[in-house]
């Protein structure tokens, strides 16, 4: 896609914008786990992905979810990601990766930071878009809000594909391998 231009010049900035949903799932503080991601273009297409691990932590699956959107959405866009993971919001909007990185990757108590290689892969994900906002939002609200349905949608996947993954047959009675639904890169 080339964000509806055909005379070779880049497409405006807000044709350029992208709004992602991500969220994550897994059963106790390990095991089985899925993650979900709704993207959603400036020019009104939707895409969904998920996927699932069998041995796994939420917090890898909230991170995984973030690394798939991004990866997912082709380069040089603006990518607002709401997640209502607080320790990955967090850790993007404050910068505490930097400070990681400079340490060798050990966090405040001189300890390795946990999911390196996914905390890695995120900011590789990030570094190919023109910006990559990071939103909080409140899960599995009750109360109607601006996001409250992408962040539904995506905690839908992620459980779904949690299921399938435990062999739990989903509400569509399927049930399906690891992979992810989409793994197409979008431009």
Do not use: Q
């Not at 910068?95 to 890695?120: C, F, I, M, S, T």
């Amino acid at each position: 896609m080339s964000g509806g231009r055909t005379d070779g010049r880049p497409a405006p900035p807000s044709e350029r914008e992208v709004h992602v949903y991500t969220d994550g799932a897994s059963t106790g503080s390990r095991g089985p786990g899925g993650y979900g991601a709704v993207i959603s273009f400036r020019r009104g297409e939707t895409v969904e992905i998920s996927g699932s691990e069998r041995e796994t932590t939420n917090l890898r699956m909230e991170l995984t979810a973030a690394c798939a959107a991004l990866e997912t959405v082709g380069e040089g866009h603006t990518v607002t990601v709401y997640a209502d993971a607080s320790y990955l919001v967090n850790c993007m909007r404050r910068g505490w990766h930097e400070k990681w990185r400079k340490n060798g990757w050990l966090n405040y108590r001189k300890r390795p930071v946990a999911n390196r290689d996914l905390w890695e892969r995120l900011l590789e994900a990030t570094a190919h878009h023109r910006e990559v906002r990071w939103k909080k939002v409140k899960g599995h609200s009750r109360t109607a809000g601006a996001h409250k349905s992408g962040n539904d949608r995506a905690d839908e996947l992620a459980v779904a594909a949690k299921r399938r993954v435990e062999g739990t047959p989903t509400t569509d009675g399927n049930r399906a391998s690891n992979d992810p639904t989409s793994s197409r890169s979008l431009a």
